[in-house]
C-alpha cells in the first residue's frame, strides 16, 4: 500500500524522529537552494520515499533510502539554506537536523558552477561535523561552460571528500555512496579545515564551554554552540531544549521547551 501524504506526516511528526534509524545510516542532504538536493535525492531513493512537515514548521521533509553494498542508508533532503545562522524556518530545520539529528553523514550538494559562493555554507556544515561530504553537483553543467574545478586540491583544502556529480544523468552516484558508507562506518574519517578565530574568541570559546553540563557536552559539539552564543544566537537554546530536553539558561528564563529541567551551563 502507497502512503499517503497524511499517514506520512503522522509517522515522521513523532517525537525522535530526528534520530537516527534504528539500523543502518542516517545521511542528510543539506546546501543553497537550487544546488540539485532534490534530483539527487530522487536519484538515490526513486519511489522509495515519503514526505511530511517537520515537526511545528510548514517546511516540507522528505525522506527515504536506498541500498548500498549491504547497508540500508536513509536519506533526508533538508530545505536549502544559504547559512546556518536559522534566520529563516529553512535554516532552523536544516541546522537542527546537521546539529542534533546526530546523522552519520552529512553531504553538502554545492553548484560546480558558482562554487564560490556554496563553499561559505560548506565552512559552516563542516564547523559542525567533521562527518561531511562535497557533493560537486552540476558537474555536467559546468564542463559546458569550460570551468574546470580541480576536486582532488579541494578535498585536500577542505578536508573532507569532494565527489563530482551530474545527478539528472546519474554520475558520480556510485562514487558518492561509497563515500557515505565510507564516512558513515568511520573507515574513512574527514578532518575539516577549521577556522580559527582571533585568540580573545578562541579563548572565549574555550572558556564558555568548559561550562556546560556534561549530558551537553556529550551530546553535541560545543565547540560550535559556544561560537553561536558568542555570536548573540540565543535562538541555539530554545534548539538545545527542543531536542536534547535541557532548555534553560541560568538567569535568564526559559528559552526551550525542554521538560527534564537541567541547565545549559553548570
Ligand atoms: N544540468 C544539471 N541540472 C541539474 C543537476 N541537478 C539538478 N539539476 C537541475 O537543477 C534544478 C534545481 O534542482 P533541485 O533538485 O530542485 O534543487 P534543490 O537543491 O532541491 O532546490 P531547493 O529545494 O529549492 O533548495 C532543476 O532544474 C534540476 O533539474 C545536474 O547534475 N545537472
Ligand atoms: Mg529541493
Redesign the pocket.
Known amino acids: 500500500m502507497a502512503l499517503t501524504r497524511h499517514t506520512t506526516a503522522k509517522k515522521i511528526s513523532q517525537p525522535g524522529s530526528l534520530n537516527s534509524p534504528a539500523t543502518g545510516y542516517l545521511a542528510a542532504l543539506a ?1 543553497n ?8 535525492f530522487n536519484a538515490l531513493t526513486g519511489l522509495k520515499q515519503h514526505t511530511g512537515n517537520w515537526p511545528g514548521k510548514t517546511v516540507v521533509q522528505a525522506r527515504g533510502n536506498y541500498r548500498h553494498e549491504g547497508k540500508l542508508v536513509t536519506l533526508v533532503d533538508l ?2 539554506a544559504y547559512s546556518l545562522w536559522a534566520s529563516s524556518p529553512e535554516e532552523e530545520v536544516a541546522r537542527d537536523f546537521i546539529c542534533f539529528g546526530r546523522p552519520d553523514v552529512t553531504i553538502v ?1 554545492v553548484d560546480a558552477t558558482c562554487l564560490e559562493r556554496n563553499l561559505n555554507f560548506v565552512l559552516q556544515v563542516m564547523e559542525i561535523t567533521p562527518r561531511t561530504i562535497v557533493c560537486l ?5 559546468a564542463r559546458r561552460r569550460n570551468i574546470h574545478i580541480d576536486d582532488q586540491k579541494l578535498q585536500s583544502r577542505l578536508g573532507v571528500p569532494v565527489i563530482p ?5 546519474g554520475e558520480g552516484l556510485n562514487l558518492l555512496k561509497d563515500a557515505v558508507n565510507r564516512v558513515a562506518s568511520g573507515a574513512v574519517r574527514p578532518e575539516p579545515r577549521q577556522i580559527r578565530y582571533e585568540e580573545s574568541i578562541e579563548q572565549a570559546i574555550e572558556e564558555l564551554a568548559a561550562t556546560f553540563v556534561p549530558s551537553l557536552q556529550e551530546g553535541i559539539n560545543k565547540r560550535w554552540i559556544a561560537l553561536r552564543l558568542i555570536g548573540g544566537d540565543y535562538s541555539v537554546i530554545s534548539s538545545i531544549g527542543k531536542h536534547l530536553g535541557s532548555g534553560r539558561i541560568k538567569g535568564e528564563g526559559e528559552y526551550g521547551t525542554g521538560t527534564a529541567g537541567k541547565d545549559v551551563f553548570k
Do not use: F, H, Q, Y
Open positions: 546546501g537552494p537550487n544546488t540539485g538536493k532534490s534530483t539527487l530545505p536549502g550538494v553537483n552540476l558537474i555536467d553543467e556529480t551530474a545527478a539528472r544523468s
